[in-house]
């Protein structure tokens, strides 16, 4: 019974089920009403055995009732069916044979098993129906078997009654179970096309404005692209790069971010043509495509347009903002027809326009093109540099400006290339950062600078310190806390007198990342130095946070400092604030005396630069060092 109730349940939904329960139900307590008015009407009319067979029938039924609450719905079926079947088979038999009434019940019986009942009970009652009509048959043409007479009264044609409006009672069920699965199924494709509708729509399109992504932004160009050909005109792709959504986002949270952007992405649907395209690719930023454009058409005035737009204040949180934006323009065919490429060749062009001072717009043209692929190779023989030998670092000294004595030294990354010679910072620095190298990079230059620091002690030079740049993309993603530490560990020197130096923008920086390495950092005992102060941002509220040690007063402010009396009097504002908060200062790029004589008198603390000595090979740093005593 346990297994055949399992053979119910697998593969039904439960609305199968549901139905199931409840017509069986029904033509159960159908059938019992059947039974008793053709009970009582075959004993009004003397027909006991009739009478008393139904009544077993009516009896026996109960069992159909209780397999159905069990919800052994094919069991129930089989044996209200089968029972059935029998009944009118005994009709058959013991009334007016094959032109007996009960021969009506046939039909109903094999219509109701096959639409409750499975596959197996409607082939095996419909063998059992022909099978005792041909019995039934052959026993009368042999005289093996004589039924009554055939009659044809008014209690014929009530049963007749009886049976029919039985069997269309079942037929008006299964018909309305019928109609009712295919509206349930008919409901349930509805709802599996809006599902897939919105599948598409997410796979599509961007969660946060709705504007279409990368994905779809392809397609669309594919379809413009193949319009535009036809007709003779151009498609042109505009990346566009937010300039100020970085601050935006740290200063007011992601939430006034998200809310940036979708302002944003509002004003640019709302500026461009109904035949234009809008999308996001993630971040701040945005690609506009716009077909069917005249051959030579230039759309300067149009991407001026979205810079327009864009440069309109917004509210939000109660802070009035003003956006800019830099753009990149690639044309297609003349740029390119395939999508990927004329994308790249807009993110050149808007890169492009971001060097130039950003909020401006671009055309990609071929140099640009030859500069990225110069970068690409400037970046894969850096890697080659970094396993060989080609990269050395060079030792700046820094003096004491009082005693005149040597105090400690910066390292300076240098790169010998094996064609192309030196190659100076300010062309590979940046590609490092971009590219992420410099995270390798750095742990090498921390390895070198600390183990040379270990082996200046060694030839008697003890108590420099050494100041090594680090980037911020070593601070996020590089372990430079570990990076460290192994170092310090290793060249065995006290921690007090590794400097790192860093940017006045790093500050600025927001970030667990970033302030777990640096408080990490302090743990471990370094110190910290802001490179190029006074630049940048100039925090004072940073400097007192993360705990910096030493200022180093950028080189534009020192060349002048004897010519321009504003310059002067910034300097002396740095060196007098470092003082007050008990800050170290090291002035670089002094070249004369004079200007190193003119730091000394305004109390900076250190001084660097030519006026000294060059940066210059560990060899020849120990040879200096050992010379000023």
């Known amino acids: 019974m346990a297994s055949e109730h399992n053979s ?92 007996d009434e009960a021969v009506l019940g046939y039909p109903g019986i094999l219509v109701v098993a096959s639409i409750i009942g499975n596959r197996r009970i409607f082939i095996g009652l419909l063998a059992v129906m022909i099978g005792s009509l041909l019995v039934l048959g052959g026993v009368n043409s042999m005289g093996l078997h004589q039924t009554r007479p055939v009659e044809s009264n008014i209690n014929v044609a009530i049963l007749l009654v009886l049976i029919l409006l039985t069997t269309a009672y079942c037929i008006r069920l299964l018909v309305n179970d019928i109609r009712h699965l295919v509206t349930e199924l008919n409901e349930e494709n509805q709802r599996r096309r809006e599902s897939q509708a919105q599948v598409e729509a997410l796979v599509n399109h961007d969660s946060l404005t709705g504007l ?71 971040g701040d930023e945005f690609v506009v495509l716009m077909p069917d454009l005249p051959p030579g058409e230039s759309i300067i005035s149009r991407a001026d347009e979205l810079l327009q737009t864009l440069r309109e204040p917004m509210m939000l949180q109660g802070h009035e903002l003003t956006t800019t934006a830099s753009i990149g323009i690639a044309i297609a065919p003349a740029d390119g027809t395939d999508f ?42 850096l890697r080659k540099a970094l396993h060989g030998n080609e990269l050395s670092l060079h030792y700046q000294p820094k003096v004491d400006l009082k005693t005149g004595k040597l105090c400690g030294c910066e390292a300076l990354l240098r790169w010998q290339h094996p064609t192309r010679g030196n190659v100076p910072p300010i062309e590979f620095i940046s590609l490092a950062e971009r590219s992420g190298l410099i995270i390798e990079i750095g742990m090498w230059v921390m390895q070198q600078a600390t183990g040379a620091l270990s082996r200046f002690d060694s030839v008697g030079l003890p108590g420099l310190t050494m100041a090594v740049n680090v980037s911020s993309l070593q601070f996020k993603r590089g372990n430079l806390d570990r990076v460290v530490e192994q170092a310090l560990t290793e060249s065995g020197i006290e921690p007090h007198r590794l400097e790192i130096e860093i940017t006045e923008s790093m500050l600025m920086e927001p970030g667990d990342d970033i302030d777990h390495t640096f408080h990490r950092l302090q743990a471990l005992g370094v110190t910290f130095s802001i490179d190029d102060f006074g630049t940048g941002y100039s925090n004072l509220g940073y400097l007192n946070k993360m705990k910096i040690g030493t200022l180093k007063i950028d080189r534009s402010f020192v060349s002048q400092l004897q010519l321009s009396p504003q310059d002067t009097a910034i300097v002396t504002a740095i060196i007098q604030m470092a003082n007050s908060l008990n800050l170290t200062t090291v002035a670089e790029g002094a070249e004369t005396q004079a200007e190193a004589e003119l730091l000394a008198r305004l109390g900076c603390t250190q001084g660097q630069g030519y006026y000294w000595a060059r940066p210059m090979p560990e060899a020849d740093f120990i040879k200096f060092a050992l010379s000023r005593g």
């Not at 990609?364 to 093109?369: D, I, P």
């Open 8 to 99: 119910d349940q697998a593969g039904r939904s439960p609305l199968v089920r549901q139905l199931h329960h409840e017509r069986l139900n029904q033509m159960f307590w159908a059938l019992q009403i059947f039974l008793l008015v053709a009970t009582v009407q075959s004993m009004s009319l003397g027909r006991v055995s009739s009478a008393l067979a139904m009544a077993v029938a009516a009896g026996l039924l109960f069992l159909s009732l209780w397999l159905v609450r069990q919800q052994h719905y094919q069991l129930a079926a089989t044996w209200m069916l089968g029972l059935m079947t029998g009944l009118c088979y005994y009709f058959l038999w013991s009334s007016d044979g094959l032109r």
């Open 212 to 282: 279409p992504n990368r994905m779809l932004a392809a397609e669309q160009f594919e379809l413009m692209l193949r319009h535009s050909e036809r007709e003779g005109q151009s498609v042109a792709l505009l990346f566009i790069d937010l300039d100020n959504f970085k601050p935006i986002n740290d200063s007011l949270g992601h939430g006034a971010g998200d809310e940036y952007l979708i302002q944003i992405a509002q004003r640019l649907v709302d500026e461009v043509r109904t035949s234009d395209a809008v999308s996001r690719f993630g």
């Open 340 to 381: 990927a490429t004329l994308l790249s060749k807009a993110d050149m062009a808007m890169y492009e326009s971001k060097r130039a001072g950003r909020d401006g717009i671009r055309y990609y043209n071929t140099s640009m093109n030859n500069d990225a692929q110069a970068q690409v190779k400037l970046i894969s023989d």
